[in-house]
Structure formats: structure tokens, C-alpha cells
């Protein structure tokens, strides 16, 4: 078990850390975080915008001076990811926007990451650079190339330093594979191969080869028409490099064993809870679609997020979760205006501690929300910049839905359903959380005395 991180919830007391991005009044579109990303480290916390940039954050070291302060991160790279497109074919144009970002575990001094916007997937080499090479024979210092004649004798170059200069090259680019837009992608336990996934396929790649891919996964109908369900997510298992699920938008998952067949149209199983007839509405089915699926650490269970709720699934049992936590069920009633504004659409993820301990995922009104496993508490907490004071407590947030209203309660009519906390990232070890609200970055950690 990780120290720290088997706290029951209530003990932990979470507090404001930092906050990235301007403050809201007119926020552009490109602005607006789109994915947040730890790396398996914890030490570089990467997020990807609207706009197609990547910015990474790195930890700074403790100060010897204030132990108790733990490092704050700061900008390390920034760089352009993506670029919009026109695809002259379908006469449609590719946003900028990144969809998802995974790192890959190091294995030298440069840092990996995938990146992917609707289309094409780049993986990206952010390496340091604290020196430069001088005394060039057949270039100046300035990199022009110098007239033999005037070369009479050769020199040896020489690495002087210079400042720090962090470089973000593309070292691969996998396009043209998908006809849909990818909503996942997912680096195997091999770290040869990873997968990404579309609305109807999912293709396997190997790093190493940027032309060709190999199709795991097409429930595409012969005919469009007998279309019922897309994928809506899919991850590999943490240890397992033969196995992975895929989410759809009808609510089910499926496992499959990559050793069975080369095409896993066949699952090895199926996860699926009965519906309650008592509960059917004309929005079961939307808010029934599987917004994020992700693999607890040690492999053992599964978690899905719809819209209302998140849910725990032993592998071990496919006929229903063992666990299901109810996000914000005082939306209920408000679903038919949630489907006219859209709403009701919305795709939030979902994320696990590093003990799979304790699970959180998004709300409405800036709210995000955290379910405590062991002694089934959950708090509701809200990343604003009213109490984004240093080392401030975070109070929690009550919703009431009907009646009196407490002096410390919000009432459902009064949320705010432009601001929604849809991409969370959980530190690998420790009690660090990265909250995305539009284009900000909230970092809150717990207090430590």
C-alpha cells in the first residue's frame, strides 16, 4: 500500500496549492483544457487545450528552508501539439483540439508522451539541453558555412555551457487510420505497442512503425443503418499486455484476450447491469452511455463513469458492479432542460487514488467529487478562485433540491452548467490532485501538519 494514501477521506483535509491559467472573464475557445495527465512519477503533470498546445509542469524541489512545503509545479515546456486540418477528401476540417495524453514510463534522461487530437496520434520526445557544441571547422559561430580558402587549420569542437533549454521534438507521427474520431488512446504494459480507439474500430501500433496498424476491434455493421451503439472508451490492463476493454454508449463493457483471435470481435466477457423497468425514461439510454473506463492499479477491477453515475465492476463478476456512487442524482430532474442545453452530453472522466482507495470525477458548477471505498463517505468540492487563498481549506459543497435551503447549501436551480470539471488527474503516490476548470489548473494537495 502507498503511505499516505490509506487515510480514510474525512481525515483528509484538502487544501488549496496553485491555480494555472487567467482569470475567466472572456475565455477563448483554444484556451479551455481538454485532458490532464501525471506521469508514473508524478514529477511532470502534463495538460493539452482546445488549441492543440501541450504544456507541461514539472515539480520543483523542496525547499531546505520550509520542509513542510511541499514542491510546487511549475511550467517546464510548452509546444504545439497539433495543427488544425482540412481533409479535401470529406471536406471536413480536423480540429487542433487534444483529445487525450499518456506518458510512457522513462527509461532515460528525455520524458515520452502520446498525444492525439480527433485523427492523428504523435508521440512527442521532451528532452534538456544544458550545453552546445562550438568551434565548428566548416561553419561560424553563427552556423554559416565559411569559405574553404580560408580554412588553414582544423580545430576540435569544444561543449560550452548555456542555459537550460527544454526541446519537445515528434519523434513518431501515426496518422491515417481512423475514419472516426479517436477518443482514447492506451500504451500497453509492454511499452511496445499501444492502442487507439474510435467510435467503431480500435487499432493496435507498434512504436516503432509509424504506416501501418493492425485493426483489433470493428463493430462497424455492413450497413450503417443497423448502427446501434459506438465505442465510447477503451484501456489496457496494467499488467496483462494480452488484454483491454472497450466501453460503448449502451452502457456495457467487454473484455477481450488478444490471445483468442487477431480481430476480438468475439469478447471474453461481458459486463452489463440489468436495466430497472421502474427507472426507464426517454433519457435512459443517454445517460446510460459510458463516458470513461479505466483499470484500477492492481488490475482487479474496472471503474465506468456515466452521466449520473460512477460505477466498480469485479472482473470476476459480469452481472452487475459491486459498487455504484451516485455523482449527482439531484439532476434527475432536470434532465429534460440538461438535453436541450446539451448537456446532457458532456463526457466526464473519472480517476482512481494511487490505492484504488478512493475514486474521483467531475459535476456541474465547478464541483468535483470523491468517494471514499472503504467507509462509503464522499464529499463534494469545488475548484473556484474565491477561496484559492495559499494552504486554504477547501469546505465542502451541499446541493439541496427542494424546501429550505441551509446558509451553506447551493440550490440545484442556481448550478451552473457552464462550468464543468470534466478532466481530473490523481498523483500516482501521493495526495496531489489536478483539477481542470475550463482554461484553469487548479493543484490541490492534503494538509499536512
Same mark, same amino acid.
Given at each position: 500500500?502507498?503511505?499516505?494514501?490509506?487515510?480514510?477521506?474525512?481525515?483528509?483535509?484538502?487544501?488549496?496549492?496553485?491555480?494555472?491559467?487567467?482569470?475567466?472573464?472572456?475565455?477563448?475557445?483554444?484556451?479551455?483544457?481538454?485532458?490532464?495527465?501525471?506521469?508514473?512519477?508524478?514529477?511532470?503533470?502534463?495538460?493539452?487545450?482546445?488549441?492543440?498546445?501541450?504544456?507541461?509542469?514539472?515539480?520543483?524541489?523542496?525547499?531546505?528552508?520550509?520542509?513542510?512545503?511541499?514542491?510546487?509545479?511549475?511550467?517546464?515546456?510548452?509546444?504545439?501539439?497539433?495543427?488544425?486540418?482540412?481533409?479535401?477528401?470529406?471536406?471536413?476540417?480536423?480540429?487542433?483540439?487534444?483529445?487525450? +495524453?499518456?506518458?510512457?514510463?522513462?527509461?532515460?534522461?528525455?520524458?515520452?508522451?502520446?498525444?492525439?487530437?480527433?485523427?492523428?496520434?504523435?508521440?512527442?520526445?521532451?528532452?534538456?539541453?544544458?550545453?552546445?557544441?562550438?568551434?565548428?571547422?566548416?561553419?561560424?559561430?553563427?552556423?554559416?558555412?565559411?569559405?574553404?580558402?580560408?580554412?588553414?587549420?582544423?580545430?576540435?569542437?569544444?561543449?560550452?555551457?548555456?542555459?537550460?533549454?527544454?526541446?519537445?521534438?515528434?519523434?513518431?507521427?501515426?496518422?491515417?487510420?481512423?475514419?472516426?474520431?479517436?477518443?482514447?488512446?492506451?500504451?500497453?504494459?509492454?511499452?511496445?505497442?499501444?492502442?487507439?480507439?474510435?467510435?467503431?474500430?480500435?487499432?493496435?501500433?507498434?512504436?516503432?512503425?509509424?504506416?501501418?496498424?493492425?485493426?483489433?476491434?470493428?463493430?462497424?455493421?455492413?450497413?450503417?443503418?443497423?448502427?446501434?451503439?459506438?465505442?465510447?472508451?477503451?484501456?489496457?490492463?496494467?499488467?496483462?499486455?494480452?488484454?483491454?476493454?472497450?466501453?460503448?454508449?449502451?452502457?456495457?463493457?467487454?473484455?477481450?484476450?488478444?490471445?483468442?483471435?487477431?480481430?476480438?470481435?468475439?469478447?471474453?466477457?461481458?459486463?452489463?447491469?440489468?436495466?430497472?423497468?421502474?427507472?426507464?425514461?426517454?433519457?435512459?439510454?443517454? +445517460?446510460?452511455?459510458?463516458?470513461?473506463?479505466?483499470?484500477?492499479?492492481?488490475?482487479?477491477?474496472?471503474?465506468?463513469?456515466?452521466?449520473?453515475?460512477?460505477?466498480?465492476?469485479?472482473?470476476?463478476?459480469?452481472?452487475?458492479?459491486?459498487?455504484?456512487?451516485?455523482?449527482?442524482?439531484?439532476?434527475?430532474?432536470?434532465?429534460?432542460?440538461?438535453?436541450?442545453?446539451?448537456?446532457?452530453?458532456?463526457?466526464?472522466?473519472?480517476?482512481?487514488?494511487?490505492?484504488?482507495?478512493?475514486?474521483?470525477?467531475?459535476?456541474?458548477?465547478?464541483?468535483?467529487?470523491?468517494?471514499?471505498?472503504?467507509?462509503?463517505?464522499?464529499?463534494?468540492?469545488?475548484?473556484?478562485?474565491?477561496?484559492?487563498?495559499?494552504?486554504?481549506?477547501?469546505?465542502?459543497?451541499?446541493?439541496?433540491?427542494?424546501?429550505?435551503?441551509?446558509?451553506?447549501?447551493?440550490?440545484?436551480?442556481?448550478?451552473?452548467?457552464?462550468?464543468?470539471?470534466?478532466?481530473?488527474?490523481?498523483?500516482?503516490?501521493?495526495?496531489?490532485?489536478?483539477?481542470?476548470?475550463?482554461?484553469?489548473?487548479?493543484?490541490?494537495?492534503?494538509?499536512?501538519?
Amino acid at each position: 500500500m502507498i503511505s499516505g494514501l490509506e487515510n480514510l477521506m474525512q481525515d483528509i483535509l484538502w487544501c488549496f496549492s496553485q491555480v494555472k491559467g487567467t482569470i475567466d472573464t472572456g475565455v477563448i475557445e483554444a484556451d479551455i483544457i481538454s485532458t490532464v495527465e501525471f506521469n508514473h512519477t508524478g514529477e511532470l503533470l502534463a495538460t493539452g487545450d482546445k488549441g492543440g498546445r501541450v504544456v507541461i509542469f514539472q515539480r520543483e524541489q523542496e525547499s531546505k528552508n520550509q520542509p513542510h512545503r511541499r514542491g510546487e509545479y511549475n511550467v517546464y515546456s510548452t509546444f504545439q501539439s497539433h495543427e488544425p486540418e482540412f481533409d479535401y477528401l470529406k471536406s471536413l476540417e480536423i480540429e487542433e483540439k487534444i483529445n487525450k +495524453i499518456r506518458w510512457l514510463p522513462q527509461q532515460n534522461a528525455a520524458y515520452f508522451l502520446l498525444s492525439t487530437n480527433d485523427k492523428t496520434v504523435k508521440l512527442w520526445k521532451v528532452s534538456e539541453r544544458d550545453k552546445r557544441p562550438e568551434g565548428y571547422n566548416l561553419k561560424d559561430e553563427d552556423g554559416r558555412i565559411r569559405d574553404p580558402t580560408t580554412i588553414t587549420t582544423l580545430r576540435v569542437p569544444v561543449l560550452r555551457p548555456m542555459d537550460l533549454m527544454v526541446e519537445a521534438t515528434p519523434r513518431r507521427v501515426f496518422a491515417n487510420a481512423h475514419t472516426y474520431h479517436i477518443n482514447s488512446i492506451s500504451v500497453n504494459s509492454d511499452y511496445e505497442t499501444y492502442m487507439s480507439a474510435d467510435d467503431l474500430r480500435i487499432n493496435l501500433w507498434n512504436f516503432e512503425i509509424t504506416n501501418q496498424s493492425f485493426n483489433i476491434v470493428d463493430i462497424k455493421p455492413a450497413n450503417m443503418e443497423e448502427l446501434t451503439e459506438v465505442i465510447t472508451a477503451a484501456e489496457f490492463h496494467p499488467h496483462h499486455c494480452n488484454t483491454f476493454v472497450y466501453s460503448s454508449s449502451k452502457g456495457t463493457i467487454r473484455l477481450c484476450d488478444m490471445r483468442t483471435s487477431a480481430l476480438c470481435d468475439r469478447h471474453s466477457k461481458f459486463f452489463e447491469e440489468p436495466e430497472d423497468p421502474s427507472n426507464r425514461s426517454f433519457f435512459s439510454e443517454i +445517460i446510460s452511455s459510458i463516458s470513461d473506463v479505466k483499470f484500477s492499479h492492481t488490475g482487479r477491477y474496472i471503474m465506468t463513469r456515466d452521466y449520473l453515475t460512477v460505477k466498480v465492476w469485479d472482473l470476476n463478476m459480469e452481472n452487475r458492479p459491486i459498487e455504484t456512487y451516485q455523482v449527482h442524482d439531484y439532476l434527475r430532474s432536470k434532465l429534460c432542460s440538461l438535453y436541450e442545453n446539451d448537456c446532457i452530453f458532456d463526457k466526464f472522466e473519472c480517476v482512481w487514488n494511487g490505492s484504488d482507495s478512493v475514486i474521483m470525477t467531475g459535476s456541474y458548477n465547478n464541483f468535483f467529487r470523491m468517494f471514499d471505498r472503504n467507509t462509503k463517505r464522499d464529499v463534494t468540492l469545488e475548484a473556484s478562485r474565491e477561496n484559492s487563498k495559499p494552504r486554504a481549506i477547501l469546505k465542502p459543497r451541499k446541493v439541496c433540491v427542494g424546501g429550505k435551503r441551509r446558509k451553506d447549501e447551493i440550490s440545484v436551480d442556481s448550478l451552473d452548467f457552464s462550468k464543468k470539471i470534466l478532466h481530473t488527474a490523481w498523483h500516482p503516490s501521493e495526495n496531489i490532485i489536478a483539477v481542470a476548470a475550463t482554461n484553469n489548473l487548479y493543484i490541490f494537495q492534503d494538509k499536512v501538519n
